[in-house]
Structures are given as C-alpha cells and as structure tokens.
C-alpha cells in the first residue's frame, strides 16, 4: 500500500531556507503526480508545486513567486523554499494523484501524507 511521509519542516526567521522532503513508501511510478500543498491557520489546503513523476516534469501554481522549487531524486519528492516569509507559515502536505485533473486541486488527490508544520517569524 503506498504511503507518504514528510518531513523537513521547522521554524525559522524570514529570508531563510527550508527543503521539504515526501518519501513516496511503495512505487512512485504508480501515481501521476506528487504534489505539495499548503495549510496557513484558519485556512484551505492550497496547491503551490506539482511534479509528474513519468518524466519529473515540474508545475507550480501561477501565484508563486519563483522561491519554491519541486523535484524528485529515487522516489523522494523535495520541495526547496527559498527567502522565506511570515506567510508562507503553515502545514504543508505532500499528496499523490493517481487519474486526471487540475494538479492544484485538493479534490483530486488519493493519497496525502500527515504533513509537516513551517513556522517562519519575522
């Protein structure tokens, strides 16, 4: 059965760096796409970066700012974060797709990992 793990999550002062890390446990070749998805407190899940996992092809979402950066090395997805603000804050899950869809859509995804918290203080 696959399973998703994260980690790599921490607190951390504005302009730093975190790299967030989802093993894919099983075949990562089994879904379509690994995503990473962000909670800030009070709100939805929203999509910042997708990675297709037939050929590591790379997706993020149009308001990203190019700080973020989505990539894949033997079935471990990494998302590196960059210059990092107070609201990037939030928990962040990894998620698999296994059909068709919007990569950035919450509804899409099969599979998500427990997630890992980010704290960025100013």
């Known amino acids: 059965q696959l399973r998703l793990r994260e980690s790599g999550g921490g607190s951390v002062q504005t302009g730093k760096s975190l790299r967030l890390s989802c093993k894919v446990l099983?075949?990562?070749?089994?879904?379509?796409?690994v995503a990473w998805f962000r909670q800030a407190p009070g709100k939805g899940r929203e999509g910042l970066a997708a990675?297709?996992?037939?050929?590591?092809s790379p997706a993020y979402h149009r308001t990203l700012e190019g700080r973020f950066t989505i990539s894949e090395d033997k079935g471990t997805v990494y998302f590196q974060m960059t210059d990092l603000k107070p609201e990037d804050s939030g928990i962040y899950y990894c998620?698999?797709?296994?059909?068709?869809?919007?990569?950035?859509?919450?509804?899409?995804?099969?599979?998500w990992g427990q997630g890992t918290q980010v704290n960025v203080s100013s």
């Open positions: 998620a698999a797709l296994f059909t068709g869809g919007s990569v950035f859509t919450v509804e899409n995804y099969g599979l």
């Open positions: 099983g075949d990562i070749k089994s879904t379509k796409w």
């Open positions: 990675l297709q996992t037939s050929d590591g």
